[in-house]
């Protein structure tokens, strides 16, 4: 069965480190509550000069070294992104043209913190069917220039990233991405938004004033939401495979909060060493978080060809859903 197999996987991160400390001198927190609740302690913050493209080309170029392959060789590129350069055009197609390359098919998929795991499914399908022999995937955030600094509810949250892997078509079916589930219910779509610059609340017009100028969330409905959801969609990927969560080496999840990764961790009856964390010190990078977390986990030595890596994301739409790869 003709697959996408991942070649190569890089990440950045800008340079800049706020620390938990660093926020309880602009809002009314402290590092205890912050850790507590979330297991974040420092997360990453981009300059000015950082943009969903810069980041995202950057990580790019790493992923497509790590495949041993020339920006000239990719055949497509999707982008999963929610904070993107500009509305239009995509930030695909500006990590194409900071690549140099020929014109491909290039463009962005929308799916805030599950973004990575639905551009993957969308990049192995093109892969599977044949319009593609491989794909340059991305998942990059930059919400902290989104984010409401007085807000201590949000803004202790989220940091800033991207990651990126080479998908390669391999027609044996032993290696790859294996299954998939994606799910949305716009019914959620309330508890979490950016609402300002859209066709609903244009920029400039006197209702897009307020709140709907920053990230707005209720946490306590996308905690509840996101312990369910992220549960459920594992066993799901990992069942429509008919295998067992014993056959899982290693776990990376979309890593907002500690809490609901133990909690996924729980319902999979997973030992520590099978579940990847890296919350602490990146924070919620959004769609960036899961591509992250491959490539850290590749660097250290945890996964290795052949494993059979269960990734999965939720976030604002509602959506989630997971990718089950065979490494
Ligand atoms: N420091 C101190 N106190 C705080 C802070 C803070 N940074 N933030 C909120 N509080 C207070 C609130 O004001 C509230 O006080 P009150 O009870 O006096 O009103 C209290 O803490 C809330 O406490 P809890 O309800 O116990 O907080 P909870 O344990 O629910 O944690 C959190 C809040 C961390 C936001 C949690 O709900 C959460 O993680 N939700 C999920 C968020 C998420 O994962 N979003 C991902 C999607 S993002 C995307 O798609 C782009």
Not at 132 to 137: E, F, H, P, R, S
Not at 250 to 255: A, I, N, T
Not at 261 to 290: C, H, M, W
Request: aromatic letters at 6%; charged letters at 20%.
């Amino acid at each position: 069965m003709r697959r996408g197999v991942v070649a190569g996987v890089g990440f950045t991160v800008p340079d800049r480190v706020l620390t938990n400390d660093d926020l309880s001198a602009l809002v009314d927190t402290t590092d205890e509550w912050i850790v507590q609740r979330t297991g974040i302690k420092e997360r990453r913050i981009a300059g000015p000069e950082d943009t969903a493209s810069t980041l995202g080309t950057d990580a790019a170029r790493k992923a497509l070294a790590a495949a041993g392959m020339a920006p000239e060789e990719l055949q497509m590129i999707v982008c999963g992104t929610v904070t993107g350069d500009m509305a239009f055009p995509s930030t695909a197609c500006f990590i194409h043209e900071a690549l140099g390359i020929a014109p491909i098919p290039a463009y962005d998929v929308g799916a805030a913190c599950a973004g990575f795991i639905y551009a993957l499914a969308n990049a192995n399908a093109m892969i599977a069917t044949g319009v593609v022999d491989n794909a340059l995937v991305i998942g990059v955030d930059v919400l902290t220039k989104y984010v409401d600094w007085t807000d201590r509810s949000t803004c202790v949250l989220f940091g800033d990233g991207a990651g990126a892997v080479v998908l390669k078509a391999s027609e044996t079916g032993d290696r790859g991405l294996v299954k998939t589930v994606l799910l949305a219910d716009g019914g959620g779509a309330k508890h979490i938004s950016y609402e300002s610059g859209g066709s609903r609340y244009p920029f400039g017009e006197p209702q897009s004033q307020g709140r709907r100028l920053k990230v707005y969330m209720n946490g306590a409905e996308v905690y509840r939401f996101a312990v369910v959801a992220m549960g459920d969609a594992c066993c799901r990927v990992i069942e429509l495979a008919g295998l067992e969560p014993k056959d899982i080496q290693l776990f990376v999840p979309h890593q907002a909060n500690l809490r609901i990764i133990r909690a996924a961790q729980e319902r999979l009856g997973l030992p520590d060493e099978r579940v990847f964390v890296n919350v602490e010190k990146y924070g919620n990078t959004s769609g960036a978080s899961i591509p992250i977390g491959l490539a850290e986990a590749e660097q250290t030595g945890r996964l290795t060809k052949g494993d059979l890596v269960l990734t999965v994301g939720f976030g604002a739409g509602l959506v989630w859903g997971a990718n089950l790869i065979r490494w």
